[in-house]
């Protein structure tokens, strides 16, 4: 039997700015309690994969210490690769942690983002690991004092110039991101040949449907959405939709299952089928006309029109219970994929909600007895 052909390059991953700033955290606390400087610090990112991270810098006085990491994107463009991260821990009389936004790190100013306006553009993961790192240092110590953590970003106001925060609401900064910690590239013939490897995974596991999603966190979702389904039957696709689609029809996939998160799903249905933020983005005018579609109120299609995000526009949808508007798009997402491929899939589309769950549903075409 043949060998399977092997990528052409080997592509390098990277780290998150959300992992950065955790290992500068920790870094930082304990150059704190030994008061002198860290040179490497070792930490569990968000996906329990070990790494150990290099201090450029680390200053050290007697109620505070910072410590700085320099972020490697691998081989991905990405508009932070080289930024300076640090983290300024310093003790506070009050029990509790408290992480805030430094120089360099934005603002929240609108809805939408699954942060509360007024919050350092810090997501969900990475706060989470960061005050897991404060956590875990003192876990051994009769600590009664508290911890401030300050994550700044020097000239981090000038690299969110080339994203889309401040349409986003998000001032001053970029934001730290990061579900799993790693930076994987997306736009390579290494990550197609992992899509397309996977396809044949699937198949060779007796999978006559192929579920496609854009990440880890929309695969965990609609793992739970579809338990019918064997693990081999799920394909992160990334960015990578139109190859994807385009490499199960060649391989004689009977049907594929396009399941995520509104934002990406969104663009899909527009007809966009490569859905990396740095070529494209979510149109809020064609999410509203599906809301028109559903013969809602004057007063909600105005305040859908003032979403700043696709997740904004789904909290409205969710919030004045707009029936039918989350199945509409995945039925134009399923005419533009059949489309894509000529009819030679039947799809199928879930929107999964941020916390899991399904709120809409479509499928185009049959699979055959």
Request: overall charge positive; glycine content about 10%.
């Given at each position: 039997?043949?060998?399977?052909?092997?990528?052409?390059?080997?592509?390098?991953?990277?780290?998150?700015?959300?992992?950065?700033?955790?290992?500068?955290?920790?870094?930082?606390?304990?150059?704190?309690?030994?008061?002198?400087?860290?040179?490497?610090?070792?930490?569990?990112?968000?996906?329990?994969?070990?790494?150990?991270?290099?201090i450029?810098?680390?200053?050290?006085?007697?109620?505070?210490?910072?410590?700085?990491?320099?972020?490697?994107?691998?081989?991905?463009?990405?508009?932070?690769?080289?930024?300076?991260?640090?983290?300024?821990?310093?003790?506070?009389?009050?029990?509790?942690?408290?992480?805030?936004?430094?120089?360099?790190?934005?603002?929240?100013?609108?809805?939408?983002?699954?942060?509360?306006?007024?919050?350092?553009?810090?997501?969900p993961?990475?706060?989470?690991?960061?005050?897991?790192?404060?956590?875990?240092v003192?876990?051994?110590?009769?600590?009664?004092?508290?911890?401030?953590?300050?994550?700044?970003?020097?000239?981090?106001e000038e690299?969110?110039?080339?994203?889309q925060?401040?349409?986003?609401?998000?001032?001053?900064?970029?934001?730290?991101?990061?579900?799993?910690?790693?930076?994987?590239?997306?736009?390579?013939?290494?990550?197609?040949?992992?899509?397309?490897?996977?396809?044949?995974?699937?198949?060779?596991?007796?999978?006559?449907?192929v579920?496609?999603?854009?990440?880890a966190?929309?695969?965990?979702?609609?793992?739970?959405?579809?338990?019918?389904?064997?693990?081999?039957?799920?394909?992160?696709?990334?960015?990578?939709?139109?190859?994807?689609?385009?490499?199960?029809?060649?391989?004689?996939?009977e049907?594929?299952?396009?399941?995520?998160?509104?934002?990406?799903?969104?663009?899909?249905?527009?007809?966009?089928?490569?859905?990396?933020?740095?070529?494209?983005?979510?149109?809020?005018?064609?999410?509203?006309?599906?809301?028109?579609?559903?013969?809602?109120?004057?007063?909600?299609?105005?305040?859908?029109?003032?979403?700043?995000?696709?997740?904004?526009?789904?909290?409205?949808?969710?919030?004045?219970?707009?029936?039918?508007?989350?199945?509409?798009?995945c039925?134009?997402?399923?005419?533009?994929?059949?489309?894509?491929?000529?009819?030679?899939?039947?799809?199928?589309?879930?929107?999964?909600?941020?916390?899991?769950g399904?709120?809409?549903?479509?499928?185009?075409?049959?699979?055959?007895?």
């Amino acid at each position: 039997m043949a060998e399977p052909a092997q990528p052409k390059e080997k592509l390098r991953t990277g780290f998150t700015t959300g992992a950065c700033a955790q290992a500068a955290t920790r870094a930082a606390l304990e150059a704190l309690l030994a008061q002198r400087e860290v040179k490497d610090i070792a930490v569990v990112l968000p996906n329990r994969q070990s790494a150990t991270f290099a201090i450029v810098e680390c200053r050290v006085a007697t109620e505070r210490a910072s410590a700085a990491v320099i972020k490697d994107a691998g081989d991905d463009p990405d508009v932070t690769h080289g930024a300076k991260i640090i983290s300024t821990v310093a003790w506070k009389e009050a029990p509790g942690i408290e992480v805030k936004r430094g120089e360099g790190v934005g603002l929240i100013t609108k809805p939408g983002l699954g942060l509360e306006v007024g919050a350092p553009a810090i997501n969900p993961v990475p706060m989470k690991m960061i005050r897991r790192e404060v956590e875990s240092v003192l876990s051994n110590r009769a600590e009664t004092r508290g911890v401030e953590v300050v994550i700044s970003v020097p000239g981090g106001e000038e690299m969110a110039k080339k994203t889309q925060n401040d349409r986003l609401g998000i001032v001053g900064g970029i934001s730290i991101l990061g579900t799993t910690g790693i930076v994987v590239p997306f736009s390579t013939a290494a990550y197609k040949m992992s899509i397309a490897q996977a396809v044949d995974v699937a198949l060779a596991a007796g999978c006559r449907t192929v579920v496609l999603t854009t990440g880890a966190q929309s695969e965990k979702f609609a793992m739970e959405a579809l338990p019918e389904l064997p693990q081999e039957a799920f394909v992160q696709m990334g960015d990578f939709c139109g190859f994807s689609l385009k490499n199960c029809a060649q391989k004689g996939v009977e049907r594929v299952i396009i399941a995520g998160l509104i934002g990406k799903l969104s663009k899909i249905a527009m007809g966009v089928f490569q859905t990396h933020a740095a070529g494209s983005s979510v149109d809020l005018d064609f999410l509203v006309g599906f809301a028109r579609a559903s013969g809602i109120e004057a007063s909600v299609l105005d305040e859908a029109r003032t979403s700043n995000t696709a997740r904004g526009f789904s909290e409205v949808m969710l919030r004045h219970k707009v029936a039918g508007v989350f199945d509409r798009i995945c039925e134009e997402l399923c005419k533009k994929a059949s489309a894509h491929v000529r009819g030679a899939l039947a799809i199928e589309a879930i929107i999964t909600g941020f916390s899991g769950g399904v709120l809409g549903r479509a499928r185009i075409g049959k699979v055959t007895a």
